[in-house]
């Protein structure tokens, strides 16, 4: 079993900042790439930002320069600093990360969200 707990999300005003985490716990051998995906009230999910376990990332063309993705690999943490917030970038955020677990099998598990609320 692998479980993946976001936390940070809250309500706040355009232009200002938050920072989401989200820790992986569990049977876990290796993370490779971990991500934050969102999900506004009538619309699919999107990427939001990836990093792999080199380091490498890749945003969203509407979060570029705003977001910033970052992972502990020691405390098998992925974050995501988000600045200049804006309405639209209100919704439930979900941590993502693929896991090799201890069958060695690898595996896409998701947290369960964290809502982030951006008023005007």
């Known amino acids: 079993q692998v479980q993946l707990v976001e936390s940070g999300g809250g309500l706040v005003q355009a232009g200002g900042s938050l920072r989401l985490s989200c820790a992986a716990s569990g049977d876990i051998v290796n993370i490779e790439d971990m991500g934050w995906y969102r999900q506004a009230p009538g619309k699919q999910r999107e990427l939001v930002a990836l990093?792999?376990?080199?380091?490498?990332?890749n945003y969203a063309d509407s979060v570029r320069g705003r977001f910033t993705i970052s992972r502990d690999n020691a405390r098998k943490t992925v974050y995501l600093r988000m600045s200049s917030l804006k309405p639209d970038d209100s919704g439930v955020y979900y941590c993502?990360?693929?896991?090799?677990?201890?069958?060695?099998?690898?595996?896409?598990?998701w947290g369960q969200g964290t809502q982030v609320i951006v008023s005007s």
């Open positions: 990093i792999t376990s080199r380091g490498s990332t």
């Open positions: 993502n990360a693929e896991v090799l677990d201890t069958e060695w099998v690898a595996r896409v598990y």
